[in-house]
């Protein structure tokens, strides 16, 4: 008997959807809401439980929808508030939650706050933003933004400086004033009251910033400091999360988690304690950073797979039985996994399954990002103006203008670029996210990955991840076992066990194109008569006191303790 287990988010699994890039209804090559209602089905049969959806609201689009206009709109090319609505009736009346993305570190320099802020020093909205003076007509400080250059911009009706950690149209919002929270809190129990699952907070570890606003070091290699000492985990980040769920998220049960670059194991047992009423779960980034060089995510290196499940066993230990971890490879900022830590050629179909299995064998919250289930690939566009994605763009040209080779540049692009994951959904061998011209170009690889063939192949990657969801629902030990990892220090397999008082779980992965043999007894189980819960080979392949892993292979063996 599976015990049901509150709170509802440890058994879910969550399905991100970038509905721009998702399913378009009507033809103008963006994709919108009447689309993701189209496909509700399809995510119905996939059984995910959650869709969190990158934001819908109002927006100029200099970042594709992470500047804000108006918190109370939704995007007039993703439909109307009516769509909207409906959205979450249809999901729910799938058991589908909705949870959207809140962005509330900064704003678009088109929300009517800013343009009052930015119109007088005696704005009453002067204080929703961080505006300084500057010093002998330069910025205030040295900080460079996250999406290249300074992150000070001019503005020449007060003549007075507006920090924007990511584009210039971005500008941050100022935590330290109470009208201002009292705002977003407002915004958060509008949404929630129409019926939301939660939100996704965006970048929330940088909403409190060191009022002082030094200098930062000057990495090599940069032209500007880094800032992020001083607004990562910032002096009040904890009381204002506590002050959000004081005045908003006690009221409702939905899911909290908050995207938290530079956030350590450390920070987030204090972030997701639920004694301290913050968030359920973080995104953490280190794991994310493994195949990056010392300086940027720009300088890239192979992924060295003993620092991953070093990494990963860190997180699965320091949050068990105090927080919760979220456990993704995807999302809209990274390129596809299957291409990154898989091998996105002959074993494109093994390795997509043997990393699904990896990670949601894991105890946390597991997060699929759109075209995960069916494997789909980066992209590699032959010229810089095919592509979409400001901090893209923003570094081709920085690096230019450094006398980079474009072939360097264009190399980076291809391994970390954003656009990777924001190509359309390939629903049909001709592609079948719009029948208009798509916003961004399609991969060139519909005709061999697409949802069609998928569902029509019962062995495919997409009844992975749907067997992957029903194994969480229905056993206890995903969800509440403890981790145990073997062979640390193996440099092509990840093999680790979850253990319960009444039974444990063998994980067996492989992350190269080798065949490897181990021996059984370094597994320490107490028998072989282990039942295979899932398997990406037709059975493995245990002979006698020796396993032999295949390239990518992936297995989990169930055996009872006693």
Same mark, same amino acid.
Request: overall charge negative; aromatic content about 12%; charged content about 25%.
């Given at each position: 008997?599976?015990?049901?287990?509150?709170?509802?988010?440890?058994?879910?699994?969550?399905?991100?959807?970038?509905?721009?890039?998702?399913?378009?209804?009507?033809?103008? +090559?963006?994709?919108?809401? @009447?689309g993701?209602?189209?496909?509700?089905?399809?995510?119905?049969?996939?059984g995910?439980?959650?869709?969190?959806?990158?934001?819908?609201?109002?927006?100029?689009?200099?970042?594709? +929808? !992470?500047d804000?206009?108006?918190?109370?709109?939704?995007?007039?090319?993703?439909?109307?508030?009516?769509? /909207?609505?409906?959205?979450?009736?249809?999901?729910?009346?799938? +058991?589908?939650? %909705?949870?959207?993305?809140?962005?509330?570190?900064?704003?678009?320099?088109?929300?009517?706050?800013?343009?009052?802020?930015?119109?007088?020093?005696?704005?009453?909205?002067?204080? !929703?933003?961080?505006?300084?003076?500057?010093?002998?007509?330069?910025?205030?400080?040295?900080?460079?933004?996250?999406?290249?250059?300074?992150?000070?911009?001019?503005?020449?009706t007060?003549?007075?400086? $507006?920090?924007?950690?990511?584009?210039?149209?971005?500008?941050?919002?100022?935590?330290?004033?109470?009208?201002?929270?009292?705002?977003?809190?407002?915004?958060m129990?509008?949404?929630?009251?129409?019926?939301?699952?939660?939100?996704?907070?965006?970048?929330?570890? /940088?909403?409190?910033?060191?009022?002082?606003?030094?200098?930062?070091?000057?990495?090599?290699?940069?032209? /500007?400091?880094d800032?992020?000492p001083?607004?990562?985990n910032?002096?009040k980040?904890?009381?204002?999360?506590?002050? &959000?769920?004081?005045?908003?998220?006690?009221?409702?049960?939905?899911l909290?988690?908050?995207?938290?670059?530079?956030?350590?194991?450390?920070?987030?047992?204090?972030?997701?304690?639920?004694?301290?009423?913050?968030?359920?779960?973080?995104f953490?980034?280190?794991?994310?950073?493994?195949?990056?060089g010392?300086?940027?995510?720009?300088?890239?290196?192979?992924?060295d797979?003993?620092?991953?499940?070093?990494?990963?066993?860190?997180?699965? @230990?320091?949050? #068990?039985?105090?927080?919760?971890?979220?456990? $993704?490879?995807?999302?809209?900022?990274?390129?596809? =996994?299957? *291409?990154?830590?898989?091998?996105?050629g002959?074993?494109?179909?093994l390795?997509?399954?043997?990393?699904?299995?990896?990670?949601? &064998?894991?105890?946390?919250?597991? !997060? =699929?990002?759109?075209g995960?289930?069916?494997?789909?690939?980066?992209?590699?566009?032959?010229?810089?103006?095919?592509?979409?994605?400001?901090?893209?763009?923003?570094?081709y040209?920085?690096? *230019? !203008?450094?006398? %980079?080779?474009?072939?360097?540049?264009?190399?980076?692009?291809?391994?970390?670029?954003?656009?990777?994951?924001?190509?359309?959904?390939?629903?049909?061998?001709?592609?079948?996210?719009?029948?208009?011209?798509?916003?961004?170009?399609?991969?060139?690889?519909? *005709?061999?990955?697409?949802?069609?063939?998928?569902?029509?192949?019962?062995?495919?990657?997409?009844y992975?991840?749907?067997?992957?969801?029903?194994?969480?629902?229905?056993?206890?030990?995903?969800?509440?076992?403890?981790? #145990?990892?073997?062979?640390?220090?193996?440099? #092509?397999?990840?093999?680790?066990?979850?253990?319960?008082?009444?039974?444990?779980w063998?994980?067996?992965?492989? /992350?190269?194109?080798?065949?490897?043999?181990?021996?059984?007894?370094?597994?320490?189980?107490? @028998?072989? @008569?282990?039942?295979?819960? %899932?398997?990406?080979?037709?059975?493995?392949?245990?002979?006698?006191? %020796?396993?032999?892993?295949?390239?990518?292979?992936?297995?989990?063996?169930?055996?009872?303790?006693?």
């Amino acid at each position: 008997m599976v015990q049901l287990l509150e709170p509802w988010w440890k058994r879910s699994v969550v399905y991100q959807i970038y509905p721009r890039s998702f399913m378009d209804s009507n033809g103008d +090559g963006i994709g919108d809401l @009447n689309g993701i209602i189209s496909k509700l089905e399809y995510l119905e049969q996939l059984g995910v439980d959650v869709i969190w959806l990158s934001p819908v609201y109002d927006s100029p689009n200099d970042d594709n +929808g !992470y500047d804000i206009r108006n918190y109370r709109a939704i995007m007039q090319e993703f439909g109307t508030m009516d769509d /909207f609505e409906r959205l979450i009736d249809e999901a729910k009346q799938r +058991g589908i939650r %909705i949870v959207m993305d809140l962005v509330v570190n900064h704003t678009s320099d088109e929300h009517a706050w800013f343009v009052e802020s930015q119109s007088s020093k005696d704005s009453k909205y002067r204080d !929703y933003y961080i505006w300084r003076e500057g010093k002998n007509d330069q910025p205030p400080n040295n900080w460079g933004s996250v999406f290249s250059g300074s992150a000070w911009e001019k503005e020449d009706t007060t003549n007075s400086y $507006y920090l924007h950690l990511f584009s210039k149209k971005q500008p941050d919002l100022n935590w330290e004033h109470e009208p201002l929270r009292n705002e977003i809190f407002d915004i958060m129990t509008y949404w929630l009251d129409k019926g939301i699952g939660g939100f996704r907070m965006d970048v929330i570890n /940088f909403i409190s910033k060191d009022v002082q606003l030094p200098d930062g070091a000057i990495p090599p290699r940069k032209l /500007f400091g880094d800032g992020s000492p001083y607004f990562m985990n910032g002096p009040k980040i904890h009381s204002y999360l506590r002050e &959000m769920n004081e005045k908003v998220l006690r009221e409702y049960d939905v899911l909290t988690v908050g995207e938290m670059p530079g956030a350590t194991p450390e920070d987030a047992r204090v972030y997701t304690n639920p004694n301290n009423q913050e968030v359920n779960m973080v995104f953490t980034f280190e794991h994310m950073n493994l195949d990056s060089g010392p300086h940027e995510k720009w300088d890239t290196k192979p992924l060295d797979l003993v620092e991953l499940k070093r990494n990963l066993e860190k997180w699965q @230990n320091a949050l #068990h039985q105090v927080g919760w971890n979220s456990l $993704y490879w995807n999302n809209h900022d990274q390129p596809r =996994i299957v *291409s990154r830590f898989g091998n996105d050629g002959v074993y494109r179909e093994l390795s997509a399954k043997m990393l699904a299995i990896c990670l949601h &064998m894991l105890q946390g919250t597991p !997060y =699929i990002y759109q075209g995960e289930e069916l494997g789909m690939t980066n992209i590699k566009f032959d010229s810089i103006n095919d592509y979409r994605d400001i901090e893209t763009l923003n570094m081709y040209k920085e690096k *230019s !203008y450094q006398g %980079i080779a474009n072939d360097e540049i264009m190399a980076s692009i291809y391994a970390k670029g954003r656009d990777n994951a924001r190509t359309p959904m390939q629903w049909t061998a001709d592609g079948g996210f719009s029948t208009g011209t798509p916003w961004i170009r399609m991969n060139t690889n519909t *005709s061999m990955i697409n949802a069609e063939q998928a569902l029509a192949d019962s062995s495919s990657i997409f009844y992975t991840y749907q067997k992957l969801i029903h194994l969480r629902k229905e056993y206890d030990i995903i969800t509440l076992g403890s981790f #145990h990892l073997l062979l640390p220090d193996h440099p #092509h397999l990840f093999v680790y066990k979850r253990q319960t008082s009444e039974e444990e779980w063998l994980i067996v992965t492989n /992350f190269s194109k080798e065949t490897v043999k181990i021996e059984w007894n370094v597994c320490n189980v107490r @028998n072989k @008569n282990g039942k295979v819960m %899932i398997s990406n080979y037709e059975t493995p392949k245990i002979n006698e006191d %020796i396993i032999e892993v295949r390239p990518y292979e992936a297995f989990v063996l169930a055996f009872e303790r006693r």
